[in-house]
């Protein structure tokens, strides 16, 4: 077996999940010439040849460091496991036209090897969609309070993003809430000035919320919305707000590249699935794939944390 090449200003290597570098033996990297400056790492990709032999790695991916002397930095990347080997919480989403109960769902995902899901049903404004409103939240506590259930379950909203900014969510909720989303589903076609406008107003609100399945649009059938993306990810930079990537197959929003254009000021992220079901959890997978594609790190991802470092980080009434 040949040693692992050391390239010249960089050094590559296949990483675990948790960050450990598999021995020597687990893999054999084969690697010809060097790297002086940036053009050179497609060529350098291009002549790697890489061998899977032993590892709980299911999809290998390639970390790479370059130092200081380079402008090309990868710090880190996103991982999946075999089996319920994950150590972080991957939260899915139980709305209030799915199909399964909430023990069903805690259930299911606790079989997946989650560690917390969160619950957001439809704000009231969502009459399409069978929407509660603040009695319908309490009473929806109660129940999960009576549930033994094997896992955390942050439980919310996914309130509307209202035609003036506002985020349908009752004030005097805030307080009780784990996380608000806030997420466009009514009034698509307005135009590009009033939906930036409308965006910038929601992401400025003074609580913590995740802007879920951001730019709304549905794979071959609508299309994103109008808007001057970089106007609002700069006002969520400035905000208490994180963006969702949404898993769901039908979605897969925020895309890849817009996605890059938010880490790149510095926006955590929270890697959803949309779940509708207890089969919908599995399309975390795909929110994985699209953050690994935007080279996004696992120190960006906030649903990469603990449950409880999570639930600090996105409760909407203070950290």
Known sequence: ??????????????????????????????????????????????????????????????????????????????????????????????????????????????????QAITITDHSAAATYAGGIDAGGLRAQAAEIAGLALPLRVLRGTEADILADGSIDVPEEMLGELDLVIASVHQRYKLDEDAMTARLVTAMRQPFFKIWGHALGRLVLRRDPIKVRLDEILDAIAESRAAIELNGDPYRLDLDPINARRAAARGIPFVLSCDAHSTRGLAAVRWAVAMARRARIRRDQVLNALPPEQLASRIRPAGR
């Open 1 to 114: 077996m040949k040693k692992v090449a050391r390239i010249p200003k960089i050094q590559m290597a296949i990483r675990h999940f948790g960050g450990k570098i598999p021995r020597q033996g687990n893999l054999v990297f084969l690697a010809d010439g060097g790297l002086s400056n940036n053009s050179g790492l497609l060529t350098l990709l291009t002549q790697m040849k890489l061998w899977y032999m032993k590892s709980s790695v299911t999809r290998l991916v390639l970390a790479i460091y370059v130092d200081a002397s380079t402008d090309f930095t990868v710090h880190g990347t996103i991982y999946e496991r075999r089996g319920n080997e994950d150590d972080h919480a991957w939260t899915g989403t139980y709305v209030s036209h799915g199909k399964d109960s909430i023990e069903a769902m805690a259930r299911a995902a606790h079989d997946a090897g989650m």
